[in-house]
């Protein structure tokens, strides 16, 4: 396993490699490299002059890499009262945190009030009508659906309306005593198409206008999250991408209004790298079928959506391939179909690159496997 593999930094897997080689702590177990999580923060947002980054905590709520973030010049983008007993844990002011789930629960609702937040995301008169009862005056923004086409994991279908339907619910909330303060959309995650981005800035420019209009003064515009990292294939550059969104930006927005945005995956998906054991092989007829103890309900969920993990093994064999399935009994818990990989030996190590975002976050104990541990490296 000497050769540093594609898509990972060199120095991510000399430190991945050192790790292991100096501890004996049985697998699975999620490695995150902080050097990488601080570069990717720094990073972000950087090619979008004055826009305000908020981590979205989801991807990875690891108390340890929230701290890590924390510690740096940005916010929070949450959902939840487990979101925010996190931040409130670490000291993190109120400023620094926004909501954009447009749906909330009463609870979540009552403990960000009263915590101080500012900021929320909605896109229905329900929604309204609760923020109006539980956050009086708060400042919202609508979210507005856009095209996720070439997005590996597309998110408009559950939220977002129409502008027609955007502006009445933003003239709502002010009839409400809230303050409409803008617009965000998310264009999908792992979104390999920075045409999205534009298209996407385009439909919030004659929202905006429509709102003007109707003498309603806007001042925000949240881009949300999307952009993507490279797990078997090579992706858009977030400088690529950046470039273009702030192109799109200064064509169709006066320059003063504040930007913001909630990356997710970017921050931590390729300083991850999981350490799993192989358990089992099996011949069923012409397949090879490989067991390893992390899976889709301990770790590996994206993948039932189409996200490809590259997997190493220590074997030098010529490559042949796999059906890779995780430790549970249940069939659903098939990884990836045709990995081409040397044949490892039961119990080798097998390293998953680029698993930082959306895995332990979506992970269960289903079946009694426990939620493999993240260690900071
Ligand atoms: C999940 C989510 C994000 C983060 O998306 P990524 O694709 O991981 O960058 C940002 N904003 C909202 C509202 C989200 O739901």
Redesign the pocket.
């Known amino acids: 396993m000497e050769k540093t593999p594609d898509f990972v930094a060199k120095s991510t897997w000399e430190k991945v490699l050192y790790y292991i080689a100096l501890n004996d702590m049985p697998p699975p177990y999620l490695l995150v490299d902080k050097d990488i999580v601080k570069e990717k923060i720094r990073l972000i947002g950087r090619g979008i002059g004055g826009a305000r980054v908020f981590y ?1 905590v ?2 990875n709520p690891d108390i340890e890499i929230l701290r890590l973030i924390a510690g740096m010049d940005v916010g929070f ?1 949450i ?1 939840s009262e487990g979101e925010l007993a996190i931040l409130k844990n670490l000291n993190v002011p109120a400023e620094r945190i926004i909501t ?2 447009p749906v909330k629960t009463f609870r979540f609702l009552s403990e960000a009030r009263d915590y101080g937040v500012r900021y929320y ?1 909605f896109d229905s008169r329900a929604e309204v009508d609760k923020l109006s009862r539980y956050v009086p005056g708060c400042s919202v923004y609508i979210r507005l659906t856009v095209n996720n086409e070439g997005s590996e ?1 597309p ?1 408009s279908k559950k939220f977002g309306v129409e502008i027609d339907e955007a502006a009445e619910l933003l003239l709502y909330a002010k009839e409400k005593g809230l303050d409409p303060s803008g617009i ?1 959309f ?1 264009v999908g ?3 390999n198409n920075a045409y999205n981005w534009h298209g996407a800035i385009e439909k919030a420019r004659e929202l905006w206008d429509i709102c003007s209009e109707r003498g309603l003064k806007l001042r925000l515009l949240n881009l ?4 993507p990292i490279r797990y078997t294939k090579d992706v858009i550059e977030i400088k690529g991408i950046e470039k273009r969104i702030s192109r799109s930006l200064k064509q169709k927005f006066p320059e003063g209004i504040d930007i913001f945005i ?5 921050v931590v998906g390729d300083a991850g790298v999981f350490v799993a054991t192989v358990i089992g092989k099996a011949t069923r007829g012409d397949e090879n079928w490989l067991y390893i103890d992390v899976g889709v309900f301990n770790g590996l969920m994206e993948s039932v959506g189409g996200i490809k993990y590259k997997y190493v093994v220590g074997s030098r064999s010529a490559p042949t391939k796999w059906i890779i399935a995780g430790p549970s009994c249940d069939s659903f818990d098939v990884i990836d179909k045709d990995v081409e990989i040397p044949e490892p030996e039961v119990g080798n190590r097998v390293l998953i690159l680029s698993s930082g ?2 895995t332990i976050s979506y992970a269960s104990e289903f079946n009694g496997f426990s939620i493999p541990k993240t260690i900071l490296i």
């Open positions: 979205a989801k991807a983008e959902a954009s789930n995301a994991w998110l965000t998310h995650s792992q979104c949300g999250g999307g952009y909630e990356p997710g995956r970017a975002a959306y």
